[in-house]
T-cell receptor, first 116, second 111 residues
Framework: AQKVTQAQTEISVVEKEDVTLDCVYE???????LFWYKQPPSGELVFLIR??????QNEISGRYSWNFQKSTSSFNFTITASQVVDSAVYFC?????????????FGTGTRLKVLA | ETGVTQTPRHLVMGMTNKKSLKCEQH?????MYWYKQSAKKPLELMFV???????ENNSVPSRFSPECPNSSHLFLHLHTLQPEDSALYLC??????????FGQGTRLTVV
């Protein structure tokens, strides 16, 4: 069965600190997709990144970076030099095709608080 | 027009009322989803539609009734809800294996 685990419920850091959000997933499929979303207080989930299971290359986008390791079934997200605007709930998600349809299974989220 | 639009943004309803949530996507996606987000069980998948056909019903109680008249519109009809159904209801759309785009959600309160 598909499962996404975000063990960190809440993290608080001081502005300019680096922070890593952990994500561990379970799946039986060899083809799958991983995502990170940000949910600010407004409620809308904002897409951050998508990786497919065949591409383990790490990615950097500005202050954001992602570390995908199939050997440990992890897809961790690091924010460098955190800012107050980074405060939000962050969700990791897994997608697989089932009967031709993709569904997205989310972790329970990590609430990040960046203090000024 | 934003990608995925949900109306209303907020809804308060009594347990005997009937109401509907609406979702519209302007992205040309083939799949649409309803998710429920509450404090107890964050982001539960409720229903999935692919080209207007329901492909997933995640054991949702019959007091929630989805409707997908076309690939751009998705409704969630509500009747005789319980207070524990109070939550944020999120609609999303996607195309194949790509990322899902979410609406801003409807904050539902059942009194």
């Amino acid at each position: 069965a598909q499962k996404v685990t975000q063990a960190q419920t809440e993290i608080s850091v001081v502005e300019k600190e680096d922070v890593t959000l952990d994500c561990v997933y379970e799946t039986r499929d060899t083809t799958y997709y991983l995502f990170w979303y940000k949910q600010p207080p407004s409620g809308e989930l904002v897409f951050l990144i998508r990786r497919n299971s065949f591409d383990e290359q790490n990615e950097i986008s500005g202050r954001y970076s992602w570390n995908f390791q199939k050997s440990t079934s992890s897809f961790n997200f690091t924010i460098t030099a955190s800012q107050v605007v980074d405060s939000a709930v962050y969700f990791c998600a897994l997608s697989e095709a089932t009967s031709g349809t993709y569904k997205y299974i989310f972790g329970t989220g990590t609430r990040l608080k960046v203090l000024a | 027009e934003t990608g995925v639009t949900q109306t209303p943004r907020h809804l308060v309803m009594g347990m005997t009322n009937k109401k509907s949530l609406k979702c519209e996507q302007h992205l040309g996606h083939n799949a649409m989803y309803w998710y429920k987000q509450s404090a107890k069980k964050p982001l539960e998948l409720m229903f999935v539609y692919n080209f207007k056909e329901q492909t997933e019903n995640n054991s949702v109680p019959s007091r929630f009734s989805p409707e997908c008249p076309n690939s751009s519109h998705l409704f969630l009809h509500l009747h005789t809800l319980q207070p524990e159904d109070s939550a944020l209801y999120l609609c999303a759309s996607s195309q194949d294996e790509y990322e899902a785009f979410f609406g801003q959600g409807t904050r539902l309160t059942v009194v």
